[in-house]
DNA sequence: GCCGAATATTAGCCATACCTAAATTAGAGA
DNA sequence: TCTCTAATTTAGGTATGGCTAATATTCGGC
């Protein structure tokens, strides 16, 4: 068997591959090559040899042509890395005055550099925190998560009344512009329309009625008013 | 001429490089290839590869045989490193626990990794402090720096009375011995003796009296009871 | 079942940054 | 001045992690 990779002493890029990997195959389902390549903006070929490089270290299962599957170890890598790139987020944003939009480029750096020791002292400044300013969940020092997806507002029916739980923090635009109507995490709304076609719907907020494309809709999951 | 190297973009070796540099070459004196082999812990053949490249970045300048100088721009990219060594090290001491002795090793690999923006942001949280933990002066955002050493314990004249200033924070084991000593930056003391042929001195703090070894009362820095 | 497009892998190359071994230079003492 | 040693540089090699171009595979449509 292989070098058995243990945590520590993984480099910056088999961390940024390992987290990768781990957004794209859900489920136990596959993560493909393209795929990768796209999210961590590299091309095919570097892709392909990284992930026989991290087969041969035992954190994932290649099966050429079909696809990536995280191993026990690699899984484990992984939600360590989102454990800290969360923490640190969250702490940004409590303690330094990031905001939403601004914090995942520099989460992105800093969850390379931290020490355990550090970020489970950012942990307990927090309080041990739940979730990231986005409503994502943090994963557990031991690795284990709240995987519960919750509804796209997308696809809540008309005239439910549902809690925002977490929005995707790809886009920094599309966070300030969320924000700007008042769809944030812990914010409860009620959907009132839904246009044919892949359409606006419409969401009343506070009173306030707003008008948003479907692929915004996407982007802001929900679960039942009073869950968490 | 090279490609001059703007500020960001240098790696984490070229800022290792720059700092190690900056540290052996005191008063546009030159560093030698094997003091900065040593201090980085690589081989001096290293050393020699990397600085041929630093001075075609514009960076130091190389006499071959004869040792290494920083230019103007090398200086600003080493005390932007320093300064951001020395504001993390005090945010993490006045707001995550972490002790003078344990806190080095941590900035060593954040300071690569913050930005601007988070470097500033800490400096304002604790009221941009003149010096960090161990009593070395923070380099402005613009790379002025109070340079003055002051005089080494070991240097003191029997019976002077002096405030101690800085300690020099490599060794977290040394650290630790002089905190429990009492001898830390702020702290006066008074020089009660000293022994001939490199002998131990004896330091009075607190109306306690301590014989400490030459090579210990060489690294810590005093200024007159009444500077700063 | 065959074909072509899309996807993936292999081949071969480059830069960074380290290493050891061999060659060179500087400088101090006879 | 000459020589010997210590410091330094050059030569040549390795691992990581990218890239482009060429090749191989898969799979949907006919």
Redesign the interface.
């Known amino acids: 068997m292989s070098a058995t990779a243990d945590t520590e002493s993984l480099t910056r890029s088999v961390e940024d591959y390992l987290k990768a990997i781990y957004r794209l195959s859900p489920e136990g389902r596959h993560a493909s090559t393209s795929d990768i390549a796209h999210l961590l903006e590299l091309s095919a070929p570097s892709v392909s040899g990284m992930v026989k490089r991290l087969s041969e270290l035992g954190l994932c299962e290649h099966i050429p042509y079909k696809g990536v599957q995280l191993t026990d170890a690699g899984r484990r890598a992984a939600l360590r890395m989102v454990r800290r790139h969360r923490l640190i987020e969250a702490y ?1 944003v409590e ?3 990031y905001g939403w939009d601004t914090v995942h ?2 989460a992105e ?2 969850e ?4 355990d ?2 970020v489970e ?2 942990a307990a ?1 927090l309080g041990h925190p739940a979730v990231d300013p986005h409503g994502d969940p943090i994963p557990a020092p031991d690795g284990s998560i709240d995987e519960t997806a919750g509804t796209a507002l997308a696809d809540v029916p008309v005239g439910r009344t549902v809690g925002i739980r977490r929005v995707d923090e790809g886009d920094p635009e599309r966070l300030r512009y969320l924000a700007a109507l008042g769809l944030v995490p812990g914010v409860v709304v009620t959907l009132r329309d839904r246009q044919p076609f892949d359409g606006p719907v419409t969401v009343e907020v506070d009173a306030v009625r707003h008008v948003i494309g479907r692929e915004l809709a996407q982007v802001v999951l929900c679960a039942p008013e009073d869950v968490r």
């Open positions: 940004l303690f330094l005055g480029v520099e750096r800093l390379h550099a931290v020490s020791t550090l002292r950012m400044a």
